[in-house]
């Protein structure tokens, strides 16, 4: 599997939730992996993203000041720390890794499995 999403669940609103996108090594090593999420009958969107090297990342607005984005190189994983959850990030959360230097959903080149996040008000 080259990208696998794990560490979603049901948490109530204010709480916090880790998740981890394992990458095999060839995608951890070489290409910008971000966080992307879907709610019920809403569009894909971006939520974060980190590049390769490990120090650029970008957010966006909805979690700036809440999400943060990592990489893990020990295990290989990039990892979505989330804090003071709102039931609007309710979502099925995506991990997607691309070669190119944005975000847009139609240019990544992988997509891994999506993991269920419910915030709960």
């Known amino acids: 599997v080259q990208l696998q999403a794990s560490g979603g669940g049901l948490v109530q609103a204010g709480e916090s939730l880790r998740l981890s996108c394992a990458a095999d090594?060839?995608?951890?090593?070489?290409?910008?992996i971000g966080w992307f999420r879907q709610a019920p009958g809403k569009d894909r969107e971006f939520v974060a993203g980190?590049?390769?090297?490990?120090?650029?990342?970008r957010y966006s607005d909805s979690v700036k000041g809440r999400f943060t984005i990592s990489k893990d190189d020990a295990r290989n994983t990039v990892d979505l720390q989330m804090n003071s959850l709102k039931p609007e990030d309710t979502a099925v959360y995506y991990c997607?890794?691309?070669?190119?230097?944005?975000?847009?959903?139609?240019?990544?080149?992988?997509w891994g499995t999506g993991t269920q996040v419910t915030v709960s008000s």
């Open positions: 997607g890794a691309t070669r190119r230097s944005g975000w847009f959903i139609e240019e990544m080149d992988h």
């Open positions: 090594e060839h995608l951890f090593s070489s290409y910008n």
């Open positions: 980190i590049g390769w090297g490990g120090s650029l990342t």
